[in-house]
């Protein structure tokens, strides 16, 4: 089916160690999106990459990385993570920038920290 | 402040009612505004946009904007306990990331 995917749907990582949020699309969307999700906090935009070749930090960029490997993939990595990184991670995309669309989110991961 | 303002709830209805959910925003330069669902565990889906100066149909869902007040709101008409999940508001101004207001929890209850 198309649309877009996560993987890893669950991981714990112990503090300090480091790891790789994949995400793939299949429409041919132009722009994809990180956000991180905590209870009270809402949707929070961590980076983002308008078109393949550039990323721009979000909100909540500090402790992150990404790299928009081609169009279709999006991955966020954490160098070295911390328990303030417990959250579930969307990543989402749009065919243009977002305003006649809407976005389409993949199902998310869901990271302890511990 | 946050530019567009969400009451979390929860909301809890029983089944058959009309549900109310609102946003208010603070600028007034927004383009769209879109209404997502999300289920429990689920990633968030479009539900519906409207732009900023209409209101939308959609079944038994309206998005509704008054620019006035700056005011954002989705109706939903006769009520199940399918439509239970998380509702977000968000706005789109321009080549910039859509904004998300923190959701509202509603419960419909059978």
């Known amino acids: 089916n198309a649309g877009v995917t996560q993987t890893p749907k669950f991981q714990v990582l112990k503090t300090g160690q480091s790891m790789t949020l994949q995400c793939a699309q299949d429409?041919?969307?132009?722009?994809m999106y990180w956000y991180r999700q905590d209870p009270g906090m809402g949707l929070r935009l961590i980076y983002y990459?308008?078109?393949?070749?550039?990323?721009d930090k979000g909100e909540v960029p500090n402790g992150y990385n990404v790299s928009r490997l081609n169009k279709r993939e999006f991955s966020l990595r954490l160098e070295s993570a911390a328990p303030s990184q417990t959250s579930v991670y969307f990543c989402?995309?749009?065919?243009?920038?977002?305003?006649?669309?809407?976005?389409?989110f993949g199902s998310g991961t869901r990271l302890t920290v511990v | 402040q946050k530019e567009v303002e969400q009451d979390p709830g929860p909301l809890s209805v029983p089944e058959g009612a009309i549900v109310s959910l609102n946003c208010t925003y603070s600028n007034s330069a927004f383009q769209y505004f879109m209404w997502y669902r999300q289920y429990s565990r689920k990633g968030p889906e479009l539900l519906m946009y409207t732009y900023s100066s209409g209101n939308k149909e959609d079944g038994r869902f309206t998005a509704q904007v008054d620019k006035s007040s700056k005011y954002i709101s989705l109706f939903i008409r006769d009520s199940q306990p399918s439509d239970s999940a998380t509702y977000l508001c968000a706005y789109y101004s321009g080549n910039t990331p859509l904004v998300f207001g923190k959701g509202t929890r509603l419960s419909v209850i059978a």
């Open positions: 990459s308008a078109s393949e070749g550039t990323t």
């Open positions: 429409m041919n969307h132009n722009s």
């Open positions: 989402a995309s749009v065919k243009g920038t977002g305003g006649d669309y809407g976005y389409t």
